[in-house]
């Protein structure tokens, strides 16, 4: 099992920052990727961008057009932790920010559309909150 718990969410003006954490504890060795996914109200499951957190490739990034250029997800992997920077921060940004963590087995590909799917991933945060005003 794989534990993920998410922090620094909270509510912020329109252009302004937040930084996102999301640590992994347990069996963190069983996954490859770990990504950053968004829900507002009403609205479908967003997969806003990822990260390769495996051992034998260069970390691939992964974001989607919302967030590209506003977003940057990176990694400490001395303390597991993963993070999601986001700046220029918009109203449309707001939503339940969730952290996920899955092993994508390498045939197929790891193309941007399945990586940011979210069907794969296998453990779930709780969520941390993200309001953004305007």
């Known amino acids: 099992q794989v534990q993920l718990v998410e922090s620094g969410g909270g509510s912020v003006q329109a252009g302004g920052s937040l930084r996102l954490s999301c640590a992994a504890s347990g069996s963190t060795y069983r996954t490859n990727f770990m990504g950053w996914f968004r829900q507002a109200p009403g609205k479908e499951r967003e997969g806003v961008a990822a990260?390769?957190?495996?051992?034998?490739?260069?970390?691939?990034?992964y974001y989607a057009d919302s967030v590209k250029g506003r977003f940057t997800i990176s990694q400490d992997k001395s303390k597991n932790t993963v993070y999601l920077q986001m700046s220029s921060l918009k109203p449309e940004d707001t939503a339940m920010y969730f952290c996920?963590?899955?092993?994508?087995?390498?045939?197929?590909?790891?193309?941007?559309?399945?990586?940011?799917?979210?069907?794969?991933?296998?453990?779930w945060g709780q969520g941390t909150q993200v309001t953004v005003s305007s």
């Open positions: 996920a963590a899955g092993v994508f087995t390498s045939s197929g590909g790891w193309d941007r559309k399945r990586i940011l799917n979210g069907a794969e991933y296998n453990y």
């Open positions: 990260i390769y957190t495996g051992l034998i490739y260069t970390a691939g990034l």
